[in-house]
């Protein structure tokens, strides 16, 4: 029995998200490893901003992975998307027609290259303006500068000879949080705000909780590890958000392109390809898009949400969808041939 695109899809989902976070971790996790420690710390000694930033080599070549994997999540789902078609007949012989994907022409491989290397170049400019600020308050603040350094790419763990903890892969905001948290961790009268985080790890909440009755601040190393975890959890948490977008906006762009080429190839036509906008209807799905739970448009138009939004499929930017529309969004798109 043939299985529907639907199961296909939910499917690649499941086993490509875990791919797309862990290569983004890789990646990050590779640049860490590679920082000289020395020149670091000197750059920062002579206040030599750009010098230290130079010297973490936040380059796009080190998320070669990520690329990698998000090509795959594309041909995956257009892929899945060919085979889980009923039987088509040529309509001059009556035999049936064989189809496949092809990842090579041009369109799919426009789109590939121009998706990850958008995603990337933000990944590293995301990354440069936190180690930036991160710089900046350590050099304002009169930090030690190999304190400064170590927390921006982390402290080895000696169990594994890694390192852990660090802001390197977060953004601005993200690498925040982390400073935030460990001011908190160091003065007793905050660290209840500290308490409150839900990316915390809460197998040190009883240390914390300790440290609040007898208002006496944690020990340093305490401190460190707790931060280094809850950065941690942070970079995860932040690989599964890209995961999920990138997941699903590559497997309905190739999910669209697939059906794309069957009409190119002249036995199809457009307006007999049915497209039905789905929305995974719990409580995290936006208003707006279940709204359009059920939506259908021939392939070649939008589907358009209560904001005005056009999309031709979820996660769809081409058409000036913005963010509001796209982060997190967990719909998918269903495709069928009228005659079929």
Partial sequence: ???TLAYDIKALISALEPRIRDAFIASVSDIRSEVQIAVLVKAIEEGRIDDAIRALNLGPEFYEPLNDVLRAAYLDGGRATILSLPR????????????????????????VKNRASGL??????????????????????????RDTALEIVGRIDRATGRRTGGILGLTSQQAGFVANARAELRDPKMMDRYLGRALRDKRYDRMVLRAIRDQKPLAEEDVQAISNRYSDRMLKYRGDMIARTETLTALHASQYEAMRQL?????VRADQVVKTWSATMDSRTRDSHAAMNGQQHKFDEPFTAPSGARMRYPQDTALGAGPEEIIACRCYMTTRIKYL
């Fill in 1 to 3: 029995m043939r299985r």
């Fill in 88 to 111: 088509i007949a040529d309509p001059a012989s009556g035999s049936r027609l064989v189809l496949r994907f092809d990842g090579q022409n041009p369109q799919a491989e426009a789109w």
């Fill in 120 to 145: 990337i170049v933000e990944i590293v400019k995301d990354q440069v303006d936190a180690v930036r600020a991160a710089l900046t308050e350590g050099l304002t603040q009169g930090q030690n500068p």
């Fill in 263 to 267: 009409i190119d190839t002249g036995k």
